[in-house]
């Protein structure tokens, strides 16, 4: 008998669920036991090959997904503060928990994706291409960065880094209706000036 208030005792004090009689062990979502890099070379491996529109781009969201997994619930937070902010266009918020963000974890490449996306946002384009070369070094598949440096370099009027980044860009994902209209136009145009 003792022994049963024991396991009662263990099992209330270790805060699992207890258990009816004659029930049977919750349903618990184990974690996935494929490590994040295993599942960003599947994910990008099917956007590769999808020819899909609608496919990839919920292939490309399920990447997005697993980019903003930060594995700290503080780091999430201000992620989300960040966004918030951004969306109200209070820009310098945003950047401050930005500059927190990429401070406790370097290695987070989306923090420095966010951070580029504000100084955008904000014309800041030197910086926005400071943080997003910093993000390629994290992560070279990031087609969200490498199309904010496409568009960064067209507005500069540099059309050749342009087409580059836009080639790199589909080279990822081939379904980017936007990089495959830009690089249509920018290899006209580049055609048409005589590279």
Avoid at 44 to 52: I, S, V
Avoid at 144 to 155: F, N, S, V
Wanted: net charge neutral; with cysteine.
């Amino acid at each position: 008998m003792r022994n049963v208030f024991v396991l009662c005792a263990a099992v209330l004090m270790s805060g699992a669920p207890a258990l009816a009689a004659g029930s049977t062990l919750p349903d618990v979502e184990k974690p996935s036991a494929i490590d994040p890099q295993a599942k960003l070379d599947k994910l990008f491996a099917e956007l590769k090959r999808e020819r899909n529109e609608k496919a990839a781009e919920r292939i490309s969201a399920r990447i997005g997904a697993v980019w903003a997994e930060s594995g700290s619930a503080n780091i999430d937070l201000m992620m989300q503060w960040a966004q918030k902010a951004a969306a109200r266009k209070q820009f310098d918020v945003a950047l401050d928990f930005l500059d927190q963000v990429v401070t406790m974890k370097p290695d987070y490449a989306e923090g420095w994706n966010r951070r580029a996306t504000v100084h955008f946002m904000m014309n800041n384009f030197a910086k926005s291409m400071v943080d997003i070369q910093r993000t390629l070094e994290l992560e070279p598949r990031h087609f969200g960065a490498l199309a904010g440096l496409a568009q960064i370099m067209k507005g500069r009027g540099n059309n050749v880094l342009a087409l580059d980044a836009y080639e790199r860009v589909l080279a990822i994902y081939p379904m980017m209706r936007g990089a495959q209209a830009e690089v249509a136009t920018l290899s006209e145009d580049l055609v048409g000036e005589g590279i």
